[in-house]
């Protein structure tokens, strides 16, 4: 029988281990799983690729998994937001990794990934730094750069509304990098405001199958990270 | 309108109005952070324009009011909006389908330089201890079918941002198609920098030495 829900934040998160790759979804603070990745802090695993399109606002969430030293590389499109200090600082003291990646090009490497496609050419970035090193090719006279699938080990996503099978709906911009990040993980985890009843999401509208997703948690009342942030608290609490 | 800045030139209102004026009815805009994301306010009466935020909205309305917004509902700058009836939201491969794969319109980018020929630095200095950041600046620029830019005409130092060729790593090459600052709006065609537009109070010479590189007006040739 089919049950991808778990009850706690701590079992969702066990399996994760030092050096794994971990996708996290979230566009800033929308989407961003919060709970599970303060389960991640707890649990502990280090040396970890984090892909994410940020990297987090004040001393929570991300950042917070950023400011306990657990994430050896950062890829991501854009590493600074406002209240975003812990990733600067550490960057600029040469104790994380960064690999700067444009936004569209990040979403479509996730993408491929979870598609089974190795590589892909792009137009964004041909001409800049971002190019440099990367093998080019011309079509239609135009120049694209070779730009390569990423697969992880985990996936860390929220969403709004789960069942059982791990069908997902999501709210509003909060979806962003979340349906991409679920299909390009070995272990998709996912924390769902609300878990319902198999045949309870109408099929037509489901915007995550559920064979894209491993686990699924119920956070009824997620965190806020900018109140977080306002209040200037720092996981672990 | 009023200028506010009490300047030479255009004010911010007045630069962002000028941009609206170019949009045509029906089109599909994505609007960068910062001053673009003003164009918004001043789309004439009787032209209807779908704006896209690339994280995952098509149909991006006001900004939300206080007290009413929504932490999940935000714009690029991750900023509280509101969407329009009629609205859809999508994942960022989806998102950039659009982008990238010139199903855009228009987009409106704030610059930090921009070259003779259109080249456009708008994400980096290059400064050592620079955090980079590129977001979705390089895909814009890559697969919008046009771009327009909206910036001060001279950098706070009174530097020309507009010059030969850009010092600032670029976001893309050959990319710009026009140019509104403060003091005119500008398009960059194949035979170089042409002045559209004048603001007032401005004239050609006096824009000319604050520009880094050679300015024509339409009347200098046929075209």
New interface residues.
């Given amino acids: 029988m089919i049950d991808k829900i778990i009850k706690s934040a701590t079992e969702a998160v066990s399996e994760i281990y030092d050096g794994a790759t971990v996708m996290i979804g979230g566009f800033g603070e929308a989407g961003s799983p919060i709970e599970l990745i303060h389960a991640l802090i707890d649990q502990g695993a280090k040396d970890l690729t984090v892909v994410s399109n940020n990297t987090g606002s004040g001393q929570v969430g991300l950042a917070a998994l950023i400011a306990n030293k657990q994430v050896k590389k950062m890829i991501c499109s854009f590493p600074r937001t406002a209240n975003s200090t812990v990733f600067p600082e550490l960057y600029n003291a040469g104790e994380i990794e960064l690999e700067l990646v444009p936004q569209g090009t990040l979403a479509e490497r996730i993408r491929a990934g979870g598609a089974g496609i190795p590589a892909f050419y792009v137009p964004a970035s041909v001409n800049t730094p971002l190019a440099k090193g990367k093998e080019s090719r011309k079509f239609n006279e135009q120049e694209f750069v070779l730009e390569y699938g990423i697969k992880a080990d985990f996936s860390l996503v929220k969403c709004e509304t789960a069942d059982k099978y791990g069908n997902l709906l999501y709210h509003a911009t909060a979806r962003n990098f979340g349906p991409i990040m679920c299909t390009a993980a070995n272990v998709t985890i996912v924390q769902a405001k609300k878990i319902v009843d198999a045949g309870e999401i109408d099929p037509e509208v489901v915007i995550t199958p559920g064979i894209f997703v491993k686990k699924v948690i119920e956070i009824i009342n997620p965190a806020d990270e900018s109140q977080l942030v306002a209040d200037e608290l720092k996981y672990p609490w | 309108m009023v200028n506010t800045d009490n300047k030479t030139g255009w004010s911010r209102t007045e630069m962002a109005q000028k941009v609206a004026l170019d949009i045509p009815d029906g089109s599909y805009v994505n609007l960068g952070i910062g001053i673009p994301e003003m164009v918004a306010g001043f789309v004439p009466e009787g032209r209807e324009v779908i704006y896209q935020?690339?994280?995952?909205?098509l149909g991006m309305g006001k900004a939300a009011a206080i007290g009413k917004e929504?932490?999940?509902?935000?714009n690029a700058g991750?900023k509280c909006i509101t969407?329009i009836p009629g609205a859809s939201?999508?994942?960022?491969?989806d998102?950039?389908t659009m982008?990238?794969g010139g199903h855009i319109d228009i987009c409106v980018l704030g610059a930090m330089q921009i070259s003779k020929d259109g080249?456009l630095a708008n994400w980096?200095t290059?400064a050592p201890?620079a955090?980079?950041?590129?977001?979705?600046?390089?895909?814009l620029v890559?697969?919008v079918k046009r771009i327009f830019v909206i910036t001060q005409h001279v950098t706070k130092k009174g530097l020309p941002k507009i010059m030969e060729e850009c010092t600032f790593?670029?976001?893309?090459?050959q990319v710009v198609e026009r140019i509104y600052t403060d003091l005119a709006i500008i398009d960059v065609n194949k035979d170089g920098l042409f002045v559209r537009e004048l603001a007032p109070d401005v004239d050609f010479d006096y824009l000319q030495e604050r520009t880094g590189a050679k300015l024509n007006l339409y009347t200098d040739i046929d075209n």
């Fill in positions: 935020t690339e994280n995952g909205l929504d932490r999940e509902l935000v991750k969407s939201y999508f994942h960022h491969a998102s950039f982008i990238r080249d980096s290059g201890n955090i980079p950041a590129v977001g979705g600046a390089m895909d890559a697969g790593p670029l976001t893309g090459k």
